[in-house]
């Protein structure tokens, strides 16, 4: 009987015998999730927006701003082990409070930098977004884990899509706001304008963000549906009322890497992550330097990835799910977007054999939009993150993927620099896609929930 017809023999007032139809608050939190990932972003964005006013008025050369720069990627992937370990230990709802409010405020404190100048101003700034990354490493594994709670299988493509866009509508959205508040009010109020948004959402976060079970507007029908789909709902249970006296075993983690589905997740992330750094570092230089944009062009044209970032992203978790309800196993509803994905990514290889503009600004919008539709990283981690440490898993498969956000601008620097030329850095930037979807093929087999060995104390 589906939930929502009557008893065989009810009255058509007899409003008693109606079968109660479950509630949708899982939606509700996965948008929740969205605004607060979009803000996440923009706060590790406004330094790009800021830097070339910070450079002119505070006497940044190019090497003390290219150190502050990379503080939050150092930060941000040596913390994603301790921030997975406490969201397991102390549970999402309170870690990810703590670290909303820590990176809203660290975003914030950025704004009086404004005060300072040359050698102090440039150590201020950069301790400053060093601590940004180390507050934001829970907020991905908190978000996969959140998916894992609230949503059954056949749905978390796309809960998982619709938090990961975030990043694309963030670009879209946000950038230019920030380029509206340093024209009109000054660079510094980006950091305290993002700041005061971050801490405003604390108080969001606490109100409506709890565990399924103890949600105050979700129904029993909707947490059947949740455990019937093999959601996570107990994930935190014990945690809050300091019934659990101990984290998780960081032992497990040499479990994770001995298995082969999750080193293979993980090398795929790592590739995935790569498109991704490409395109927010090197992609506006390509235009202006490969194929002699203004840089008003490039600005205009980086955008329109973005949004094609946007769509894909969306569209891939929905199709993932959409093979799901079809009756696919879940390792088939997961690898064809992928795959799909990656090989409209290695498109931009296109650019690399034609010398108009539009059809490299519509190869790389391909790719872009390929790269998110196959980007369903998060939503492999809820279906395969052992029950005892999803947010360990998730902090371990970040900090693999986001190791790339190091090793990308580098190494696609130094292709330039010896070459003198983009070609090689689009196939070094393909490669990465191919490696994904080779790794998806042959390396990671059957997509399902890792058990870990029990480890004695």
Not at 263 to 284: D, E, K, S
Not at 437 to 453: C, M, N, W
Request: proline residues 4%; glycine residues 10%; positive net charge.
């Amino acid at each position: 009987m589906k939930p929502d017809e009557k008893v065989q023999g009810c009255g058509f007032m007899d409003v008693s015998c109606n079968i109660k139809k479950k509630t949708y608050v899982r939606w509700m939190i996965v948008w929740l999730l969205f605004i607060i990932t979009a803000i996440n972003y923009a706060d590790r964005a406004t330094i790009s927006i800021a830097g070339p006013a910070i450079s002119k008025e505070l006497g940044f050369s190019s090497v003390d701003l290219g150190l502050v720069f990379s503080a939050w990627g150092w930060a941000y992937v040596i913390c994603q082990l301790p921030g997975g370990w406490l969201l397991d230990r102390f549970g999402t709802k309170r870690v990810y409070a703590f670290s909303l409010f820590f990176w809203s405020l660290f975003t914030f404190l950025q704004g009086g930098v404004v005060f300072l100048h040359g050698f102090v101003a440039m150590v201020t700034l950069f301790a400053m977004r060093f601590l940004l990354g180390v507050a934001e490493a829970p907020s991905f594994p908190g978000n996969s884990r959140i998916v894992a709670a609230w949503f059954p299988s056949q749905e978390r493509g796309t809960a998982s899509s619709i938090f990961n866009a975030a990043q694309y509508f963030a670009t879209v959205i946000f950038v230019p706001l920030m380029g509206w508040i340093v024209h009109v009010w000054g660079w510094h109020h980006i950091f305290t304008v993002m700041g005061a948004i971050g801490l405003l959402f604390v108080i969001v976060w606490r109100h409506y963000i709890h565990d399924p079970a103890d949600h105050p507007h979700v129904n029993q029908e909707e947490i059947d549906y949740i455990k019937a789909g093999g959601g996570l709902v107990n994930i935190d249970s014990g945690k809050k009322d300091g019934k659990e006296q101990s984290g998780p075993k960081l032992g497990y983690i040499k479990q994770l890497f001995s298995n082969r589905m999750c080193v293979g997740v993980y090398v795929a992330q790592y590739c995935i992550n790569a498109l991704t750094f490409f395109f927010i570092t090197w992609f506006p230089v390509y235009l202006v330097q490969a194929r002699g944009m203004t840089i008003l062009k490039a600005g205009f044209v980086a955008s329109l990835p973005a949004v094609c970032g946007f769509l894909g992203g969306i569209l891939g978790g929905l199709f993932s799910d959409w093979l799901i309800h079809r009756g696919y196993s879940l390792s088939v509803a997961r690898k064809v977007p992928i795959v799909t994905g990656m090989i409209l990514a290695m498109s931009m290889i296109i650019c690399n054999y034609t010398d108009n503009d539009t059809i490299v600004i519509a190869c790389m919008a391909l790719a872009f939009f390929g790269k998110a539709f196959g980007a369903l990283g998060w939503a492999v981690n809820s279906d395969i993150a052992p029950k005892q440490i999803v947010g360990l898993s998730g902090g371990v498969m970040n900090m693999c993927g986001n190791t790339s956000s190091i090793v990308t601008p580098i190494a696609i620097g130094y292709i330039v620099n010896t070459t003198g030329s983009f070609d090689l850095a689009l196939v070094f930037v393909a490669i990465h896609a191919f490696i994904a979807l080779a790794s998806y093929l042959f390396v990671v087999g059957d997509i399902k929930r890792f058990e870990v060995k029990p480890i004695e104390n």
